[in-house]
């Protein structure tokens, strides 16, 4: 039995694009919307978690590579019930059940209590799996399976991965300790050596080492690393492919750095078979087969359950504690996301 | 009758990377060296006719993507018999034919009486084809097929082309025009747009011009130009790219700025479906299945007997006058190719 729609909703609201983060965050107000109606190939979706990822923290800064129309709701991802449909088969068979998504690229996101997406950006989740899990279930663990397929594809025996830090790193670690394939991981400070190698990683690089290119160079030869997974962008991923053996790959899926690529050898591209492209999960939802798209979502959904693959919380919040709770979150990121519960 | 294959032969040598051109051109020798013997996969060819492209210049300067242990032989296409094989099937089916081929990437090259090269790295020529034509058949027009291949498989409306008064570029757009799809000519001065308008070319645009980018992006747009063919590299190519549609891929074949490839925009990566990748005539040879370059070979050899794709050339001359007619060459190269006939 589907609920009762109600005609408004509470969403928190982003006024304007603030570079300013901490400025952007205090400027997030909660307000009262219509609840939207969803056309052909949608889902209406009550929200029952959501998150905070750094693309959202880089959305509300006007700093990220999509941009909406203003006011906007924020919120890239959430998990909650389909409760109305557009008028298409599709759409119509994910009533009632309950969806981690990615939310829609030019309508209001996910930090509110309903919400409106595509259908194809919808996965079914297993009953076992948490709500908190479910709220992060896509943008970090489906990246990281994604890319990973990625890497066997290409028949990498070792890949190269920075912003080593990150939950999705772990992640992409979980995913390469089962097949036998290397990672070279890169972290920032060198604090942060010990604290991987405690976490059982067997190769770590500090990009703020004055030898650093060098020894890159050396492991990335000796483990034959031919995938390059960026987070970063800039120049040093540039550099950082040169250095690479033949035939490597450099895949962006962010840009910490907000810098554009640079450096990208010509020789290499030309002699060398290297190329550089890029990466997105709402591509990869709206060009990859349904099957593929089943048959990942079991395989990782399976691992989230056996907490193989899984998301550090830092703590759960409301709404309207969303403001607050953010900044603290960005003080201290790697203690995990922030749950945000409608 | 295979004739019988001398001790020695006559060949250029270049006995030092010389970083100014026209001293390195005066620095080759003529010397008596060694006929080579070809090992398994390879043959041993009695040159015909060689020539002398952009990529010869590069490589005698030191500044090319190959290079070689000194002293060497430079020239890295020609024609001739194959006179001697390796010990293999494929390269004694080759033997007392006709063929075109691609210098061995570390051996002695063409600019000499015989040269070996991989089998891999020869065509049977068509007996109406003339030696001049055979003698550059390689390197621009397979190079201009291969790549208009690409396009076809991209299934682009429109492609960029920079170096546009190049003789590839001419091929290319011979195969373009047969085809319906666009062609956006760069050229890097105002007057060469007349020459490249008078020869019936409909979109041209000078990156010299002020307003440049803006009439890029214009042009771009309306023709749904999603491949760019770059012969140059540098910062301007990713400007290039970033302003061309989504889904757009820069596929670089050469360095003539000899700078890296910079300013490749993360958002464009990430977001609009955006690549870069390169091409070398050498590795297609090496990777693509012999049935395709057969079909290519077929194709493409009737276009050149029909005189629809044609190398112009510019005069014939002795090795022993290579010296002096590349230094004439280099001062109007748009007069065609120096054809060296041993």
């Not at 060098?214 to 997974?229: H, M, P, R």
Request: aromatic share 6%; charged share 25%; with cysteine.
């Amino acid at each position: 039995m589907t609920k009762k729609i109600p005609e408004k909703m509470k969403a928190v609201v982003l006024p304007g694009y603030n570079g300013n983060m901490i400025k952007a965050i205090k400027s997030l107000e909660i307000k009262l919307l219509p609840v939207p109606k969803p056309d052909k190939g949608q889902v209406l979706i009550k929200v029952d978690a959501t998150t905070c990822n750094p693309s959202d923290l880089s959305f509300i800064q006007g700093s990220y590579g999509i941009k909406k129309e203003l006011h906007v709701v924020p919120g890239f991802e959430g998990t909650g019930i389909v409760v109305q449909t557009g008028n298409d088969e599709t759409s119509k068979n994910l009533l009632d059940k309950r969806v981690s998504f990615n939310a829609h690229v030019k309508l209001n996101g996910a930090w509110a209590e309903y919400v409106v997406t595509n259908t194809k950006q919808c996965i079914p989740v297993h009953p076992d799996i948490p709500v908190e899990q479910a709220a992060c279930m896509l943008i970090n663990p489906y990246t990281a399976y994604a890319l990973f397929e990625l890497i066997k594809e290409r028949k990498s025996k070792a890949f190269v991965m920075n912003a080593a830090m990150g939950q999705l790193a772990g992640m992409m670690r979980s995913l390469a300790n089962e097949t036998g394939i290397e990672v070279i991981n890169i972290v920032r400070k060198k604090a942060q050596i010990e604290i991987l190698k405690n976490k059982g990683s067997k190769h770590i690089l500090c990009s703020a080492d004055d030898n650093f290119l060098n020894q890159f160079t050396e492991l990335a030869k000796q483990l034959e690393a031919k995938t390059f997974i960026d987070a970063v962008s800039g120049e040093l991923s540039g550099k950082m492919l040169e250095l690479m053996p033949s035939n490597s790959q450099l895949i962006l899926y962010g840009a910490l750095t907000g810098e554009n690529l640079s450096h990208i050898g010509a020789k290499d591209l030309i002699f060398f078979g290297k190329n550089v492209t890029g990466f997105n999960l709402i591509q990869w939802f709206e060009t990859t087969p349904k099957e593929k798209i089943r048959e990942v979502s079991y395989k990782l959904q399976e691992k989230i359950r056996k907490g193989k693959i899984k998301t550090e919380i830092y703590k759960k919040v409301k709404l309207k504690e969303v403001s607050g709770s953010l900044i603290r979150y960005i003080i201290n990121m790697s203690a995990g996301k922030v749950i945000i519960e409608p």
